[in-house]
């Protein structure tokens, strides 16, 4: 029989009562609150945690979930969770084990001074990001950091422009924290945007790897130790693409070989993959790396999306290094 243990709040170890099934305005969510402020979420399957998070994080921030920043305003603990009994457990793939999810503020009132601290809403945001008013969105973002959740939560939708503006944003808004040497605040928005690439997250995180690359590529040598994660990242195949968008732009700026090992036997693979965008980029990515690899002469002429003036355009491949 596993271990169990009757459930306390992982933030004040007060004993907690059992989560409850409660009708809310974004749906049927299990859960409950503890005197010291903590709300806990639980998922009672450990199937669905993705799902539970972001109800965790509708329940905290009604008003939208890119106002919750993980280690900034707020802290997440989680603990494997028998729901049917009530029980904290240790051992995994008990018939009963799911996941009880926590998540407090770091500060009473924390969210108070940063609204007053607020010069522009998202709606006004939005507007300067469809304007490609990059100069305001940088000096904007030093005072609201919401502004680092707004890009990840506008940059998902590969079919709206606005998602690719959201991502060359990034780039901008990294320069400016590296201007004042606030690098700890773009460290944070990369361990977010890995964490929405984790089967916790419920892989989410469709253009992370874009984003991150642009945090990257702003100051490479700041972020040496993310570029073999960020590479790393390519073995889902949901991340494959924004993966290798990310890392051929990186290449403008690095000598790739000097951090991650990309192996022939690989690009040989990439390079007859089922899906067109893949061969494409991954036959870009070969000429950069300039490896002794002959790659099909053929996929010059495959059609990659890139992002152009505001519109997204399909061109060939031949056409499309100097967009990326």
């Given at each position: 029989?596993?271990?169990?243990?009757?459930?306390?709040?992982?933030?004040?170890?007060?004993?907690?009562?059992?989560?409850?099934?409660?009708?809310?305005?974004?749906?049927?969510?299990?859960?409950?609150?503890?005197?010291?402020?903590?709300?806990?979420?639980?998922?009672?399957?450990?199937?669905?945690?993705?799902?539970?998070?972001?109800?965790?994080?509708?329940?905290?921030?009604?008003?939208?979930?890119?106002?919750?920043?993980?280690?900034?305003?707020?802290?997440?603990?989680?603990?494997?969770?028998?729901?049917?009994?009530?029980?904290?457990?240790?051992?995994?793939?008990?018939?009963?084990?799911?996941?009880?999810?926590?998540?407090?503020?770091?500060?009473?009132?924390?969210?108070?001074?940063?609204?007053?601290?607020?010069?522009?809403?998202?709606?006004?945001?939005?507007?300067?990001?469809?304007?490609?008013?990059?100069?305001?969105?940088?000096?904007?973002?030093?005072?609201?950091?919401?502004?680092?959740?707004?890009?990840?939560?506008?940059?998902?939708?590969?079919?709206?422009?606005?998602?690719?503006?959201?991502?060359?944003?990034?780039?901008?808004?990294?320069?400016?924290?590296?201007?004042?040497?606030?690098?700890?605040?773009?460290?944070?928005?990369?361990?977010?945007?890995?964490?929405?690439?984790?089967?916790?997250?419920?892989?989410?995180?469709?253009?992370?790897?874009?984003?991150?690359?642009?945090?990257?590529?702003?100051?490479?040598?700041?972020?040496?130790?993310?570029?073999?994660?960020?590479?790393?990242?390519?073995?889902?195949?949901?991340?494959?693409?924004?993966?290798?968008?990310?890392?051929?732009?990186?290449?403008?700026?690095?000598?790739?070989?000097?951090?991650?090992?990309?192996?022939?036997?690989?690009?040989?693979?990439?390079?007859?993959?089922?899906?067109?965008?893949?061969?494409a980029l991954s036959f870009i990515l070969t000429n950069k790396l300039k490896v002794n690899l002959q790659a099909p002469e053929e996929l010059k002429n495959a059609v990659l999306s890139i992002y152009d003036g505001g519109n997204?355009?399909?061109?060939?491949?031949?056409?499309?290094?100097?967009?990326?």
């Amino acid at each position: 029989m596993p271990k169990k243990e009757v459930p306390t709040c992982l933030f004040c170890s007060r004993v907690i009562a059992p989560p409850e099934e409660k009708i809310t305005d974004f749906g049927e969510i299990i859960y409950g609150e503890c005197e010291c402020g903590a709300i806990y979420v639980c998922e009672p399957t450990g199937h669905n945690q993705g799902e539970a998070l972001v109800n965790a994080f509708f329940l905290v921030s009604p008003e939208g979930i890119e106002n919750v920043e993980l280690g900034v305003n707020f802290e997440i603990r989680e603990r494997d969770y028998d729901y049917k009994n009530h029980k904290y457990v240790y051992i995994k793939n008990w018939l009963y084990s799911g996941r009880l999810f926590f998540i407090k503020a770091l500060t009473a009132g924390l969210n108070i001074p940063m609204k007053e601290k607020t010069k522009i809403n998202k709606k006004d945001f939005i507007s300067l990001l469809q304007k490609d008013d990059f100069e305001t969105i940088q000096k904007e973002s030093l005072q609201n950091k919401n502004i680092l959740s707004w890009l990840i939560s506008l940059s998902y939708d590969k079919e709206d422009p606005l998602s690719w503006k959201a991502i060359d944003a990034m780039g901008y808004v990294a320069k400016a924290y590296i201007e004042i040497q606030d690098v700890e605040t773009l460290r944070n928005t990369i361990r977010k945007l890995l964490w929405s690439m984790t089967d916790e997250s419920g892989g989410i995180g469709w253009r992370s790897a874009e984003l991150i690359g642009e945090i990257i590529y702003a100051e490479p040598s700041l972020f040496e130790d993310i570029i073999p994660i960020l590479w790393s990242q390519r073995e889902e195949e949901s991340f494959l693409e924004s993966v290798l968008r990310s890392i051929i732009k990186l290449s403008k700026k690095i000598n790739l070989s000097e951090y991650i090992k990309i192996d022939e036997e690989e690009l040989k693979k990439l390079l007859t993959d089922k899906n067109e965008t893949i061969r494409a980029l991954s036959f870009i990515l070969t000429n950069k790396l300039k490896v002794n690899l002959q790659a099909p002469e053929e996929l010059k002429n495959a059609v990659l999306s890139i992002y152009d003036g505001g519109n997204i355009i399909k061109i060939k491949t031949s056409e499309a290094e100097k967009f990326l």
